[in-house]
């Protein structure tokens, strides 16, 4: 059993909701308990310059391993432009302070899902790793691609990128290593009605758990306005 030690800073604290998990690493899709209930939220249209500048905070050597090359901000930019949130699906994971700590891509390659496959592809603030976000994002896009039909998951990852391999394998994927990169895929077992329900509240708790944080973002700009007004110096303006 794996333990997540409570850290009184904003990142973990904010993200996690829950607890318990079990590692495995059979060939098969691993469907592991959750030992941390993350707040995984779909992203649409409106969360693209979150998107923008979560990429452009990675570092070269991250965005080495992201894109399998050191893309730069231009290249970052023609990626994000061209991000296709009807098609494909994006995962985030913000913080408290509504900043996307991690994210995932999954593209489908296929004109349709069903019975098609998906491209895999994750990112995770420097800040905020080593909490089980990136394998949390990996299982989401699992379920998620499982509920659309596809049959087969690929992750493309460079081989020296232990982080990711581990992330794959545990949760069942084969990879086949072909010099400097590593081609990994995951046979998805049909979608079941707890497959399905689980999707539906996990998406359905993460976006409350965002809209939350949304107020409370607006409450505390709020307060912090008063507060400049009541202060002694009684210098402060108006909020209104
Ligand atoms: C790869 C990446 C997404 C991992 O994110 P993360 O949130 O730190 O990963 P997790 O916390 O879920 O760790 C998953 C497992 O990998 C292990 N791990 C994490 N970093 C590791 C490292 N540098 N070396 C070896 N293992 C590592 C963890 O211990 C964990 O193993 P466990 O389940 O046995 O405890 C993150 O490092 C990242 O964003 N890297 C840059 C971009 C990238 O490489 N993307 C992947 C290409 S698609």
């Known amino acids: 059993m794996k333990q997540f030690t409570p850290t009184p800073d904003d990142d973990a604290a904010d ?14 899709l691993v469907v592991r308990k959750p030992d941390l ?13 979150r998107i923008r500048a979560h990429l452009k905070a990675l570092n070269d050597h991250d965005r080495y391993f992201r894109f399998g090359f050191t893309a730069n901000d231009e290249q970052i ?6 991000l296709n949130f009807e098609r494909d699906e994006i995962f985030g994971i913000y913080n408290r ?17 069903a019975g098609g496959s998906s491209e895999f592809g994750v990112s995770v603030l420097a800040q905020a790793r ?48 072909d010099g400097p990169e590593s081609e990994g895929h995951l046979n998805l077992p049909p979608a079941t009605i707890n497959s399905q329900l689980t999707e539906m509240v996990e998406e359905q708790l993460a976006q409350a758990n965002y809209r939350i944080k949304v107020q409370a973002k607006q409450l505390l ?20």
């Open 15 to 28: 993200a996690r909701l829950g607890l318990g998990a079990q590692a495995s690493g059979s060939q098969e």
């Open 37 to 49: 209930m993350v707040p995984i939220r779909s992203l649409g249209e409106n969360h693209r310059d």
């Open 77 to 82: 930019d023609r990626y994000v432009d061209g």
């Open 97 to 113: 302070r509504l900043k996307l700590i991690a994210m995932a891509h999954l593209a489908y390659t296929g004109e349709t899902r």
């Open 130 to 177: 080593c909490r089980g976000y990136g394998a949390r994002l990996f299982e989401r896009a699992v379920m998620h691609a499982r509920n659309e039909g596809v049959h087969t998951m690929y992750v493309h990852v460079l081989s020296e990128n232990a982080a990711m391999l581990k992330i794959a394998r545990s949760a069942g994927a084969t990879f086949v290593r």
């Open 221 to 240: 700009k709020r307060l912090g306005r008063f507060q400049a007004w009541w202060r002694p110096s009684g210098h402060g303006a108006h909020p209104d």
